[in-house]
């Protein structure tokens, strides 16, 4: 019998089957090679859910996740940033110090520095923004508006520290204290190829949730309790804060001036009445639920840091900073 559909134009004596063709009710050559593609084809398929375990547009969820607090504004993605890069290289300079001392070198004298103006520096030089953190009563009452230095103090001193003849003696000498001082100070330049993927996620994440519904509705109390404490015009809800006018009145981006008392007082009623009208609970929970979750992408990028290790290392520094950073000198 012939497949009609094959070989419409000629017929076939019984019981013959011409070249190519198939009895019914039999798998072709070409059919059997067709299962035999699909079903690799599917096992590719099953075999990179298995390994991968999500397509590749789905979010990433963030394991381990810390214990909420409010009150320091704890994140779920604070776990993969790093110490700033200015503590990280002043830490190493400090505990190569004392083997530059050891060996003769009495003149090598670090000088203090401002660390957390120079983080700041280099974040805002590198990501383009800093992280942003919601606006509290500490920051109101100690700096009212003015955002925070990144102007290194002790910048004049460390240019003149700098600045210093070397001769080859020292610089090898300066070489081999360094050697020695990373076994107690980690790198962290890998931590650093990431934080401007942590930036973009944090801030995105900040700015969304202002934006949540559960945050905007304490906009119409937060409003009635700045109304309350008479002091004068005020933005239509606390993202609004400073508004324009008080920026230039106050020079709040020019971190060399000082707040006023007007401006102090001002800043922590807006505290004050962000905490009694529940923005800013709402803003911390809103903000961490789109932290729970990042783009596949960016989660490849995180599944890759040893959380636990970047913790250590974070500690470390921050203990050599403690232990010998020198005193701030006198003004």
Excluded at 60 to 79: G, I
Excluded at 169 to 192: E, L
């Amino acid at each position: 019998m012939t497949d009609e559909k094959s070989s419409p134009t000629r017929s076939v004596p019984s019981g013959s089957v011409p070249p190519g063709s198939v009895p019914s009710g039999s798998v072709s050559p070409r059919q059997r090679r067709a299962k035999r593609i699909t079903l690799v084809a599917v096992v590719a398929v099953v075999a990179g859910v298995v390994a991968y375990g999500i397509p590749a547009n789905a979010a990433y969820a963030l394991p381990d996740l810390p214990a909420k607090d409010v009150d320091t504004w704890t994140m779920p993605l604070d776990r993969y940033v790093p110490v700033g890069e200015t503590s990280s290289a002043y830490a190493l300079l400090l505990v190569a110090q004392q083997c530059m001392v050891g060996a003769g070198y009495d003149d090598y004298v670090v000088p203090w520095r401002d660390v957390a103006a120079g983080d700041r520096a280099g974040e805002l030089s590198t990501n383009g923004s800093l992280r942003l953190r919601a606006f509290d009563l500490a920051t109101a009452e100690t700096r009212g508006y003015h955002a925070a230095s990144v102007i290194d103090a002790g910048a004049a001193a460390w240019s003149e520290f700098s600045a210093q003849p070397w001769t080859t003696g020292r610089s090898d000498r300066f070489d081999t204290c360094v050697q020695r001082a990373r076994k107690t100070v980690p790198p962290m330049d890998d931590y650093y190829d990431r934080t401007q993927s942590l930036v973009r996620l944090n801030n995105a994440a900040f700015e969304g949730a202002r934006d949540d519904p559960t945050v905007t509705a304490t906009w119409d109390d937060w409003r009635g309790c700045m109304q309350d404490a008479r002091v004068g015009d005020v933005a239509s809800d606390p993202s609004g804060m400073p508004t324009l006018e008080m920026v230039d009145r106050f020079e709040t981006l020019d971190s060399s001036t000082s707040p006023t008392d007007d401006e102090i007082e001002i800043a922590t009623a807006d505290a004050r009445c962000r905490e009694s009208s529940g923005y800013r609970d709402a803003l911390y929970e809103a903000e961490w639920q789109r932290q729970l979750t990042v783009p596949h992408d960016d989660g490849e990028l995180l599944a890759r840091i040893d959380t636990a290790a970047l913790a250590a290392d974070n500690a470390t520094i921050r203990q050599v900073l403690t232990e010998l950073t020198p005193p701030r000198p006198s003004s």
